[in-house]
């Protein structure tokens, strides 16, 4: 048997209701903040992942799809959305110094190693903001995240912030964080010597626990950001706590993609073992210009749906999710010579009744048979579509939950009396 690819997984009917929920609960959302909708491609240049993301992050090092097409480009399913978006609006839009609010949904990929909360294909709702240079947009984008929580009912996540400063400081504390660590080199695991060069604030962010003192004695940014960024990022502070945000300063939350300044943010959950996070996001300012644009500031955040989706399992949320696929009608029918009619009764329902949810039975199966599986459908109702009615025009009603026994009436009268029974239930 061929099975799915590791760490893609399919999501099968008994989930979908929750996960409409939560894309319809996110698009009502972000456009009532005023957020439009962008779609991406999936694949894109391998050459923007690796100047955005950054070539020595994990993500780009060991974690993308690459592979060479056939006309000899590098190409790479998107690992995430922001460096797409970031393409999309410069190619087809410049920015004219206007102010654009954009989301997106859909699935990314990184070569992980599966787990619980981790995949490979994994989806993400993300937002981006353009043109917005102070902490009220950064600060919205925090607040919005915090209404989707509510929405959604879900309690319990916890918010860390952080500011990383500009380029240029973080050199500064890079090249200090440098000699820190090579100074105390052979306390350092393989993963963390690897990167002492290439990218060592990432070493900040290592969770094995023999590194921790090492860890806990070095460098601390605090000390490095520039006024502008201290300002920013105390500005942000004062609005959250306006708007009665709780939040946690995390100075070693470095966040694992190389394109941010100033403001980094993550929401946590701790009911989710060691992929505790369910949206991480921040400012990066200079990236629309890496990329040959105008400088144009920029904020964003993404959220992990999988995770999302693990935690509204808890909630009742997914019990309202969970018989909203259930149909509310089941119709049955007494042998062959009647499908013309049966399907024609069913189509007058659903032209008249477009929010019901009728199914029919197909096949001729006994009608004890047919009683069975409208009742394991979770419908209330079932229509029943036999010799005498058909032979008479009529049809007939009969409840399956309430005992309150049954009708027959003309099919004429049929849309009326739906209307009183289900009103009923
Ligand atoms: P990220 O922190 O790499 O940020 O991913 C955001 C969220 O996606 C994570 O917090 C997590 O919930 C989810 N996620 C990441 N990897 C996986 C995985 N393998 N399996 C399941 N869920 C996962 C970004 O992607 C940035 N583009 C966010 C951003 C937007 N920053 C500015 N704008």
Same mark, same amino acid.
């Given at each position: 048997m061929i099975r799915a690819v590791r760490g893609m997984n399919d999501i099968l009917p008994d989930t979908t209701p929750l996960w409409q929920r939560l894309e319809h609960t996110a698009r009502v959302l972000l456009l009532s903040y005023g957020y439009e909708e962008i779609r991406l491609p999936i694949l894109e240049q391998t050459a923007l992942f690796e100047r955005s993301i950054g070539e020595t992050t994990d993500i780009v090092e060991k974690e993308m799809y690459t592979f060479t097409d056939r006309n000899g480009d590098s190409l790479s399913l998107r690992p995430e959305g922001t460096a797409g978006a970031v393409r999309a609006v410069l190619q087809h839009n410049p920015f004219r110094n206007q102010a654009q609010r954009l989301w997106y949904m859909g699935p990314m990929f990184r070569r992980e190693r599966p787990q619980k909360g981790r995949y490979r294909q994994f989806y993400q709702i993300g937002a981006e903001a353009f043109g917005m240079p102070g902490p009220d947009i950064d600060a919205e984008l925090i607040i919005l995240t915090r209404r989707l929580w509510r929405l959604l009912g879900l309690g319990g996540l916890q918010l860390e912030i952080n500011t990383l400063g500009t380029a240029t400081t973080r050199a500064r504390f890079r090249q200090d964080l440098v000699s820190y660590f090579s100074a105390s080199a052979e306390k350092l695991d393989q993963d963390s010597r690897r990167r002492l060069h290439s990218n060592p604030l990432r070493i900040l962010d290592s969770k094995n626990p023999e590194l921790q003192e090492v860890i806990q004695g070095a460098p601390t940014f605090e000390r490095y950001v520039d006024p502008g960024s201290e300002q920013h990022f105390r500005q942000l502070r004062e609005i959250l706590e306006h708007n009665d945000i709780d939040y946690r300063v995390n100075p070693r939350l470095v966040r694992g993609l190389d394109y941010y300044s100033k403001t980094v943010f993550e929401w946590l959950t701790t009911e989710l073992g060691a992929q505790g996070a369910v949206c991480g996001g921040g400012r990066y300012d200079g990236l629309v210009e890496h990329f040959g644009g105008e400088p144009t500031p920029a904020v964003g955040f993404a959220i992990g749906m999988d995770r999302l989706i693990e935690l509204l399992r808890e909630t009742p949320l997914n019990d309202i999710a969970r018989t909203s696929n259930e149909p509310h009608l089941y119709l049955i029918v +007494? +042998?062959?010579?009647?499908y013309g009619s049966a399907l024609r009764v069913a189509e007058t329902v659903r032209e008249a009744m477009p929010h019901i949810r009728l199914v029919t039975h197909c096949g001729s199966d006994s009608f004890k048979s047919q009683f069975k599986r409208a009742d394991k459908s979770g419908a209330r109702i079932a229509l029943l579509l036999g010799e005498d009615e058909v032979s008479q025009g009529m049809v007939t009603v009969k409840h399956l939950r309430i005992s309150s026994g049954q009708v027959t009436v003309p099919q004429s009268e049929l849309i009326a009396c739906l209307e009183k029974e289900l009103a009923r239930l």
């Open positions: +007494g +042998g062959e010579k009647y």
